[in-house]
C-alpha cells in the first residue's frame, strides 16, 4: 500500500500565475481533503470531496477550486496566485462519514515569486 | 479565530526524561481530539487520539490527558527518545464540517542524547 501519494513535490511560481496540484488517496478510502500549511502554523482546512463533489470548505477565496476523479484521485488548482499561497500543500485521505484518522501525504511545498 | 492552541512554539528535553506536549481548545462542541506528529519533508502521522468521554489515553510511552474543564489536553512522552524529536500537533475534527480538522500551531520537540 503506497498510502497518500502527492505530485509534484516542490513547485515554483510566479505571481499571477495558476498551479494545479494532484494526490492519489490511500487504499480504500474515498475521500480527500487539502490543508494548507503557512511557515510556522499548523495546518489549515481548504475543502473536502466526496463522490466528486465539493463536500465541505474552509475560509478560503475562490481562487482555490478543486476536483475529484472517479478513481477518487483529486486536483488543487489556485488561480492568481499571490504571495502569500507559498505554503506546504498537504492532502488527506479518510472513509466517508467514519469520523476516521485522516492519513497525510507528504506534500507539495509551493513557493510563489 | 484558533479553536485549537499550541502556546510552546517548543520544548527541549533530555533523552529518557518526560516530555509534556500542551493543547488548549475554545470550541467546547469538540469531542475527539488527535495528535500527529510531523518529520520534515513527510507528512503528518496519527500518534494518538482521545475522545472527550475519556480523560485518559495510554499507548505505550504515549499518553494523552484531557480536562474538559479546562479545556485542555496534554500529551506525555515517556521516557523520551531522540527519535521523538519532531513537531508533534493537536488537532480537533469539526463534526459539522466533514470532520475537517483544526490544527494547533504545533510544538517543535527536541530530545537531546
Known amino acids: 500500500d503506497a498510502g497518500v501519494t502527492q505530485s509534484p513535490t516542490h513547485l515554483i511560481k510566479t505571481r499571477g500565475q495558476q498551479v494545479t496540484l494532484r494526490c492519489s488517496p490511500k487504499?480504500?478510502?474515498?475521500?480527500v481533503s487539502w490543508y494548507q500549511q503557512a511557515l510556522g502554523q499548523g495546518p489549515q482546512f481548504i475543502f473536502q470531496?466526496?463522490?466528486?463533489?465539493?463536500?465541505q470548505r474552509g475560509n478560503f477565496p475562490d481562487r482555490f477550486s478543486g476536483h475529484q476523479f472517479p478513481n477518487y484521485s483529486s486536483e488543487l488548482n489556485v488561480n492568481a496566485l499571490l504571495l502569500g499561497d507559498s505554503a506546504l500543500y498537504l492532502c488527506?485521505?479518510?472513509?466517508?462519514?467514519?469520523?476516521?484518522?485522516?492519513?497525510f501525504g507528504p506534500g507539495t511545498r509551493l513557493t510563489v515569486l | 479565530d484558533q479553536q485549537v492552541k499550541q502556546n510552546s512554539p517548543s520544548l527541549s528535553v533530555q533523552e529518557g526524561r518526560i516530555s509534556i506536549l500542551n493543547c488548549d481548545y475554545t470550541?467546547?462542541?469538540?469531542?475527539?481530539f488527535l495528535w500527529y506528529k510531523k518529520y520534515p519533508a513527510e507528512g503528518p502521522t496519527f500518534l494518538i487520539s482521545?475522545?472527550?468521554?475519556?480523560d485518559k489515553n495510554e499507548d505505550g510511552r504515549f499518553t494523552v490527558f484531557l480536562n474538559k474543564s479546562a479545556k485542555h489536553l496534554s500529551l506525555h512522552i515517556v521516557p523520551s527518545q531522540p527519535g521523538d524529536s519532531a513537531v508533534y500537533f493537536c488537532?480537533?475534527?469539526?463534526?459539522?464540517?466533514?470532520?475537517?480538522?483544526?490544527f494547533g500551531k504545533g510544538t517543535s520537540l527536541l530530545v537531546t542524547p
Open positions: 488527506a485521505s479518510s472513509r466517508w462519514a467514519g469520523g476516521d484518522e485522516q492519513f
Open positions: 487504499s480504500g478510502h474515498d475521500t
Open positions: 470531496y466526496y463522490e466528486e463533489e465539493e463536500r
Open positions: 470550541n467546547s462542541m469538540f469531542d475527539y
Open positions: 482521545i475522545s472527550s468521554i475519556k
Open positions: 488537532a480537533a475534527p469539526n463534526s459539522n464540517s466533514g470532520y475537517a480538522l483544526n
